[in-house]
């Protein structure tokens, strides 16, 4: 049987890292990639027109070392996100511009969304972020979720729809799916909520120039015939001699295994001897969100002509969060957008021509009628894919952490677990992934060293 | 390629009955079983003595007609659940005795105790069984956990902790990691509270002789080689041609397959095409209750002798609900008991000296030092078991049925749901599991007519 030194399942960011890691540190490895392609939840497409555009993951920014150096390592080079003119929030049927700090809210309920922020920055600063389970409080923290917090904290019923909006918008899930801890984590394992949300400053800073998808391209382009598509792994079986592992076809053995694909999928492999209970446990509740993405291809960004900046929240609409998305060279315009968690799966039952007309129809609220005459529209339903099954990434309801946090990043015997879920910092980002693989890589090269 | 009409993909109570049902009516079926015995979450075992006793679901009662028609039917009998004598709750450090409505609580207490379960039992009512996300005010409910509504219910902390307790001794899980909705749902489908905690007149009054494992062996045997042990299935393929199941070392192909293994396990199976996203959603979100179960056996039912029934639950402690589980013929005193929810999640890292320790540390304080000798002590973790992952069953955290209710039990082309969770009847009892596989296979045999 064919042996390698480390079995990677996964050739996204977090599989492809560690395997260059450990690669450079003269591993023989193996990526096994159920799909056809490698890069996971960056995904490039092509308009009609021969621009590329990210239908998956996308931003970058300040403080997410991990994947900036490895950008910058790989030969690929960043751009400003766009990020001039006014932004609009929509709420009782008409759309509120604003270029300050009040989110287009009226003064009374921008001043008390502004307390209900600080709060939640002081609790989430709180946060242990290497072991959530351990912060002082973290039973009640746990306990509940953010909605029941929020409802706690705050009267203001525009407000609350305000929150309501943020939380889906990073999470693609609703604030009443997740506990207040994992709320909190999430902030400060990426900075701050005010890191998360800002673009120039913020997570939503850069873009990759011909797409983030290229990152994990150029790693399986060093990888080689390492790297190997099309294998589905389906299970792993352990000994004191090492680890078996399955796919479609055939098996490989090897010391080791990275199992770098979502949670909620990791529980899909079949184990022997079966993982503990609590691990098991892990795969249980560890849900992906739920986000449909659309990029818009307009003849030009003809909203910067009314000093828009093209970013848009509303709290009336289903394609609620939307950014201006045109490319590097702005040789077309392009906005982006979602349908993120109840909208998402809501809209999901609908025909691909009714979602269209939803987002279009949408896009005339917020940009007028020339935002009815695309060039092109490209979607993506991330819960339709049979390797990711949701996106953003995963999250966890109510008294996951507490029960079960020890058992995300632990490994079981030579079984590591890698992806941006099991990161403490920038989890659920492309850093978090990337940061992950080193760990996960790290931690065989220490048990081999 | 082998050809059956129908495929069960396992041999608990809702894959046999649905295979049962099929083949009285003259259908060939062939029933997969990954486990090398039938019976799914019913287990039977036999102390040192040689006295059977059930390690998994054990109860039936008034109102589970399917189950007891069942029973009947195999030439099974019940005989009633030891309930004579004063019950236990144990709080703040004493035992308090108690045989009326009060549940020891001091009559404060219990008076506000009794107002939040008239509470909830109203707002059971309101609950649509067939379509729970269809129920009035369902987001508003959904959207809750239940220990959400508890604590703005209700102020009083001893109410607060007893109601703390009952969430996990009916779902192994904590109240927060349920919703109201599922909870409510939950006691509709058994009729009401009142009726899933009583012994006498409710969800525990009576026991099968020999154990409930015996109604799975007696339907296998009448199935005989259809009933295939030791099979793993591992995928299922659909066309308009028919499927095709994938299990170890082979397939066979049939005009329709039950899948009738717990939800967060059918998402383990690979299927192609893909589920649709909804349903594969579900699967994601449905995870089981943690519990371990233990049946200490005595020379005699020395608490009987006391006045007591053996009925205990206690606030203070992890091993925390306890019941007279002596057999039909009083041939020696048995308790049972169940480690639940966070206490069966701590209790895991122990070991098994240490927990048998704790649980007759327990025992002792509630029944005295005549607890601390048994003659045998049998336990049984159902999360560690990797063809269970939990129980007693699945439940919903908030938000999941509003979102994904609909896809729990409705047909994919030729794949049927089965299992105690796919019920509106009995949801997560061994009738709601029979009564699962007979909807499954009377839709079969429709689409069939």
Redesign the interface.
């Known amino acids: 049987m064919e042996h390698v030194d480390v079995v990677v399942i996964g050739a996204g960011l977090a599989g492809l890292s560690a395997a260059r890691m450990l690669t450079r540190a003269g591993k023989t490895v193996a990526v096994l990639e159920a799909r056809d392609r490698v890069a996971g939840r960056n995904h490039g497409a092509v308009f009609g027109n021969g621009v590329p555009i990210e239908m998956g993951g996308q931003w970058v920014g300040p403080g997410q070392d991990a994947v900036l150096a490895l950008i910058d390592e790989l030969g690929l080079k960043t751009y400003p996100s766009y990020d001039s003119g006014a932004a609009l929030t929509y709420y009782d049927g008409a759309a509120h511009r604003y270029d300050d700090a009040s989110f287009g809210l009226p003064e009374p309920d921008a001043v008390e969304a502004g307390r209900v922020w600080e709060a939640i920055t002081a609790l989430a600063e709180r946060v242990d972020l290497e072991t959530p389970w351990t912060t002082s409080g973290a039973e009640d923290l746990d306990?509940?979720?953010f909605?029941?917090w929020l409802l706690g904290e705050t009267t203001n019923a525009l407000v609350i729809r305000f929150f309501r909006l943020i939380v889906p918008a990073l999470f693609s899930?609703?604030a009443?799916?997740l506990s207040l801890l994992h709320f909190l984590f999430y902030m400060k394992s990426g900075k701050s909520l005010d890191v998360l949300v800002a673009t120039t400053g913020g997570a939503q800073e850069s873009r990759v120039i011909g797409g983030t998808h290229r990152i994990s391209e150029r790693m399986a382009a060093e990888l080689g015939d390492a790297v190997r598509l099309d294998t589905?792994a389906?299970g792993i079986t352990q000994s004191d001699a090492g680890v078996v592992v399955d796919f479609d076809g055939g098996t490989i053995c090897a010391d080791h295994v990275v199992v770098a694909i979502p949670q909620?999928l990791a529980?899909?492999l079949?184990y022997s001897p079966?993982l503990?209970?609590?691990r098991?446990?892990v795969t249980?509740?560890f849900?992906?969100g739920?986000v449909i993405k659309f990029n818009i291809a307009y003849p030009t960004p003809f909203w910067r002509e009314d000093g828009l900046s093209g970013f848009v929240m509303s709290l009336d609409h289903a394609f609620n969060v939307v950014l201006d998305n045109s490319p590097h060279d702005e040789s077309c315009g392009v906005l982006v957008g979602f349908l993120e968690g109840?909208h998402a799966?809501a809209s999901?039952e609908l025909t691909a021509e009714q979602r269209r007309e939803l987002v279009l129809g949408d896009l005339v609220d917020y940009f007028g009628e020339r935002a009815a005459k695309p060039i092109d529209v490209l979607e993506k339903?991330w819960?339709?894919e049979?390797y990711t099954?949701?996106c953003y990434g995963g999250r966890l309801?109510?008294?996951v952490w507490t029960?079960?946090g020890k058992a995300v990043a632990t490994p079981v015997g030579r079984i590591h677990w890698a992806g941006a879920e099991t990161s403490d910092v920038w989890n659920g980002y492309m850093d978090g992934a990337v940061r992950s693989g080193y760990r996960a890589a790290a931690a065989i090269l220490d048990a081999t060293a």
Chains 1, 2 share one sequence.
Do not use: L
Request: charged share 30%; net charge neutral.
């Open positions: 306990r509940q979720t909605d029941q899930a609703e009443h799916e589905a389906s909620t529980g899909r079949r079966p503990p209970a609590a098991d446990a249980q509740q849900p992906a739920s109840r799966r999901s339903d819960n339709a049979e099954r949701g309801a109510a008294g029960n079960y």
